[in-house]
């Protein structure tokens, strides 16, 4: 079997750096404790692990208190806790056409159960959106703008701080999925203007799967509805649910294994810095570009230099289904994709890849090497060059 070149961490990162699976490990077998309930040493120690991943997170995002860092299941719980928790029957939402299905489905859901209407707001040829079709499409009733920062498609970054400053006027909040982003690129929530970011803790986080964060903005707790309710070990005597934060969003035992796990990737996010990070996967994105480019019957779907991109990169083999290539490149040369519509059919249609089964997507991550980038190519135009012959 070819050693595996996993260029799959647009879904998942992967490996995680050491020092998580250390923490998991540690967790699992030492603490086994919940957290915010008891005042035994583990329980101790799991709480102190618990507020070291906030305090971390809420420093990356450049948060005011760690308590507006609210822990999730993964960013599509995040997604549907800023959704569900904001808009109201009769409410008009502004979303985009290159957003995730979990921005597209839950607002559908609500089409048809709240009467809520949706606006979509197009991109052009590489995938972007323009801050005045977003401020064009604010309606007095619009209560969301739900944004992609990073498209798990295309790899195009959304000018976020200028959308922020369009809806700035308006009531409106604006709810960043930052899914793709959030580990791989500086973000400050209050220089961008955002009202809720949702990402997921097992991207660029480094953490484990099973794991989100959604920042609340001071005072958007005053809207913001909690999604589940539940015991929080606090205010017991209550029958409601708790107002402070983050004990509001947080009910129930927190997932201790997954989020001790996270508190060591934070911690090495730190270590690193997201600068470094972003450097290079940078230059794993200019070589795969590059290396791409210079293959005949490839097609790259997206903005076709490193600019204004994330690591993220789709394209066509003439002649070829996705599948066939995500299949062919594993079997040859071990390299891990992932073919088809990466749950974002609108971005597809808007790419004109939805017919003939969407895109190959590859997603470098912090342990890809240049080697495994060039093998990569090596393999792509390989095949390439069967299909044209
Ligand atoms: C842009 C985007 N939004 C949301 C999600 C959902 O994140 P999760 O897989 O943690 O539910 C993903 C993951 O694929 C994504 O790429």
């Not at 997170?57 to 450049?62: D, E, F, P, V």
């Not at 009531?171 to 959030?182: F, K, N, Y």
């Amino acid at each position: 079997m070819e050693p595996r070149i996993y260029l799959d961490n647009a879904a998942t990162s992967w490996p995680k750096p050491e020092a998580v699976y250390e923490a998991v490990d540690h967790y699992q077998r030492n603490l086994g404790a919940p957290n915010g309930r008891s005042g035994y040493r583990e329980a101790v120690e799991a709480n102190r692990i618990v507020e070291r991943a906030r305090l971390g997170i809420a420093r990356l995002i450049g948060a005011t208190a760690p308590k507006e860092v609210i822990f999730t299941a993964s960013g599509t719980d995040s997604l549907n806790m800023a959704i569900q928790g904001i808009v109201r029957p009769g409410d008009h939402v502004v979303t985009t056409v290159c957003d995730h299905n979990s921005v597209l489905r839950p607002l559908t859901a609500l089409k048809e159960t709240a009467n809520v209407s949706v606006t979509y707001v197009p991109c052009d040829s590489q995938g972007f959106v323009s801050p005045e079709d977003v401020q064009k499409a604010l309606r007095p009733e619009t209560s969301l703008v739900a944004v992609i920062h990073g498209s798990n498609v295309t790899g195009a970054i959304q000018p976020v701080a200028e959308i922020g400053a369009a809806v700035n006027n308006h009531p409106a909040l604006l709810l960043v999925d930052a899914a793709q982003t959030l580990g791989h690129f500086p973000i400050d929530v209050d220089a961008l203007g955002i009202d809720l970011l949702a990402a997921p803790g097992h991207k660029g986080l480094m953490g484990p799967l099973g794991t989100g964060i959604l920042y609340i903005c001071p005072g958007v707790e005053e809207k913001l509805l909690p999604f589940r309710l539940g015991g929080t070990g606090t205010r017991s005597e209550e029958d409601r649910q708790p107002e402070m934060l983050p004990d509001k969003y947080e009910p129930g035992n927190h997932n201790l294994p997954g989020l001790a796990g996270l508190a060591a990737a934070v911690d090495w996010l730190e270590s690193q810095s997201v600068e470094q990070i972003h450097a290079h996967l940078a230059t794993l994105t200019v070589r795969l570009l590059k290396g791409l480019k210079a293959i005949p019957g490839v097609e790259i779907a997206g903005p076709p230099t490193e600019a204004r991109r994330t690591s993220v990169v789709s394209f066509r083999i003439v002649g070829y289904d996705p599948q066939e290539v995500a299949s062919a490149l594993e079997a040859t040369h071990g390299v891990q994709g992932r073919p088809g519509l990466h749950c974002a059919p609108r971005m597809h249609e808007a790419l004109q890849t939805l017919d003939g089964g969407g895109t190959m997507r590859l997603s470098p991550g912090w342990f890809t090497t240049v080697e495994d980038i060039d093998r990569t190519c090596e393999a792509i135009a390989t095949l390439a060059m069967v299909a044209t012959h």
